[in-house]
Structures are given as structure tokens and as C-alpha cells.
T-cell receptor
Framework: DTGVSQNPRHKITKRGQNVTFRCDPI?????LYWYRQTLGQGPEFLTY????????KSRLLSDRFSAERPKGSFSTLEIQRTEQGDSAMYLC????????????FGPGTRLTVL | AQKITQTQPGMFVQEKEAVTLDCTYD???????LFWYKQPSSGEMIFLIY??????QNATEGRYSLNFQKARKSANLVISASQLGDSAMYFC???????????????FGQGTRLTINP
């Protein structure tokens, strides 16, 4: 049984470059979430998918951020024209269609923008 | 809007002692859920325990229990018989009604760093 996986685990990029992260949820989970966590803070919600539909986006998600879940399975999060303030841990979580909505988190992708 | 407050930035406890991590919340929702997660230095968020707003009994999971006081809007985590491996960041979180679209996201507090001393 595999949990939520995220790739890459670490990404170092130069300011202005585009980056894309991938999240593979637990197979039977139809709900998928992206969060961002900066040092010393709790995770902050970015966006949420139910199957392939993106149902909610945070105001934190500027126009440079886009997320997709084209077939209702894996999801990608793209950041265009990265800025130093985008440096953070990007966490993906998934939850099943029924139950208490406990969210299972992946190991995260740590982004460093130089 | 929902808000979680964790007022203890750091806690230091002797091994085998019990420890209580504080969490207060604010919401106008009648139905909501409260969660505790553990984040070791490796970075992964590990689910510990859940309490629904309509649950009359306090939730328990092994050495973890949640002291839920609805009128005071508090949801403290109690860890009994602490172990060295319990050293980590602990986050309290809440979500809104599972029946309301858009209320599924988790809102987290700032966390408490727990250190267990041998």
C-alpha cells in the first residue's frame, strides 16, 4: 500500500524560472489538496480538487500559480516566473470520498528560489 | 472565517511524563472537525487524532487523547507516557462542515515544538 507521493522532493531554481510539481494521491481518494508551508508556520491552503474539478482556490494563489488534475488522479502545481518569496515546502494531501475527511499528506516538495 | 490558535511555541517534557498541548479555535460553523497532526524533522505531516463537533465523547487513539471543551472552544491534545520519538512539531487544525462545498480545507495553527528529554 502506497501513500501520497510527491515529486520532486527538492527543487532549486533561479528567480524567473517556471517549476512544476507532481502529486500522486492514494488511489481511491477523490479529494486532493495543495498547501504551502513556510519556515516556522503551519501549512496554508492553496487549492482543492474533487475528482478533476477544482472547487476552491485560496487568495494566496496568485495568477502565477496554476494547478490541474486532468483525469482525477495525479495533480500538478505549476509556478510561473518564480520569486524568492515562493520558497517554501509545498504539501499535497488526499482524502477519501466518505469518512471524517482526514487528509493524508505526502512528504512535500521543498522549493528554493535563488 | 476559521482560526486556530496555539499559544505554546515550545514545550519541554521529561520522558514518560504526560504532556498537554493547547489549541483554541474560532468558527461560526455549527458543524466542524478538529484534527491534530505531528510533523517530525523529516517534514511529513502525520495524522494523530480527530474530533467531530457533535461527538459527545473525547476522541482517543492509543497514547493520544483530545480534551474537547466545546463551550470554551478548546481542543487540547494530551500525550500520555511521552517517548523520545514524540519530539516533533504538533499542529492543531480544523475544517468546516463536510456538507458544505469549499469547507473541506484544513486551517492550521502555528504549531508547538515538543521536545522530550531523556
Amino acid at each position: 500500500d502506497t501513500g501520497v507521493s510527491q515529486n520532486p522532493r527538492h527543487k532549486i531554481t533561479k528567480r524567473g524560472q517556471n517549476v512544476t510539481f507532481r502529486c500522486d494521491p492514494i488511489s481511491e481518494h477523490n479529494r486532493l489538496y495543495w498547501y504551502r508551508q513556510t519556515l516556522g508556520q503551519g501549512p496554508e491552503f492553496l487549492t482543492y480538487f474533487q475528482n478533476e474539478a477544482q472547487l476552491e482556490k485560496s487568495r494566496l494563489l496568485s495568477d502565477r500559480f496554476s494547478a490541474e488534475r486532468p483525469k482525477g488522479s495525479f495533480s500538478t502545481l505549476e509556478i510561473q516566473r518564480t520569486e524568492q518569496g515562493d520558497s517554501a515546502m509545498y504539501l499535497c494531501a488526499s482524502s477519501p470520498p466518505v469518512g471524517d475527511n482526514e487528509q493524508f499528506f505526502g512528504p512535500g516538495t521543498r522549493l528554493t528560489v535563488l | 472565517a476559521q482560526k486556530i490558535t496555539q499559544t505554546q511555541p515550545g514545550m519541554f517534557v521529561q520522558e514518560k511524563e504526560a504532556v498537554t498541548l493547547d489549541c483554541t479555535y474560532d468558527t461560526s460553523d455549527q458543524s466542524y472537525g478538529l484534527f491534530w497532526y505531528k510533523q517530525p524533522s523529516s517534514g511529513e505531516m502525520i495524522f494523530l487524532i480527530y474530533q467531530g463537533s457533535y461527538d459527545e465523547q473525547n476522541a482517543t487513539e492509543g497514547r493520544y487523547s483530545l480534551n474537547f471543551q466545546k463551550a470554551r472552544k478548546s481542543a487540547n491534545l494530551v500525550i500520555s507516557a511521552s517517548q523520545l520519538g514524540d519530539s516533533a512539531m504538533y499542529f492543531c487544525a480544523m475544517r468546516g462542515s463536510r456538507l458544505i462545498q469549499g469547507a473541506q480545507k484544513l486551517v492550521f495553527g502555528q504549531g508547538t515544538r515538543l521536545t522530550i528529554n531523556p
